[in-house]
């Protein structure tokens, strides 16, 4: 199974950016699809996931300004970036728990987004 994120660049403050996330091989289902970012000289951390029911969580730090989404049908997720902060400039990462013949954790190899004021 591969991850290929895609959708990062240069924005300027307050714009938007949509990033995505496609998984291929051999998946059977796909469970909890999460976004992490890690900012330079920062830790990954966690900033959105969706199970495979729908359910949505945010880190405080990006509630009400990034919306995660899926399409099961495409095996992708996708992320809406809006009202873009110069502190959002990160390297964004995707993971997804998929069932193949077991569950599995895969990453993408990420994508940069920078936000410039």
């Known amino acids: 199974v591969q991850l290929q994120a895609s959708g990062g660049g240069l924005v300027q403050a307050g714009g938007s950016l949509r990033l995505s996330c496609a998984a291929s091989g051999s998946i059977r289902v796909i469970s909890a699809m999460t976004w992490y970012r890690q900012a330079p000289g920062k830790q990954r951390e966690l900033i959105a996931q969706i199970t495979n029911s729908g359910t949505t969580n945010y880190a405080d730090s990006v509630k009400g300004r990034f919306t995660i989404s899926r399409d099961n049908a495409k095996n992708t997720m996708y992320l809406m970036l809006d009202s873009l902060k110069p502190e959002d400039t990160a390297v964004y990462y995707c993971?997804?728990?998929?069932?193949?013949?077991?569950?599995?954790?895969?990453w993408g190899r990420g994508t940069l987004v920078t936000v410039s004021s």
């Open positions: 993971r997804m728990l998929v069932f193949t013949t077991k569950f599995e954790e895969f």
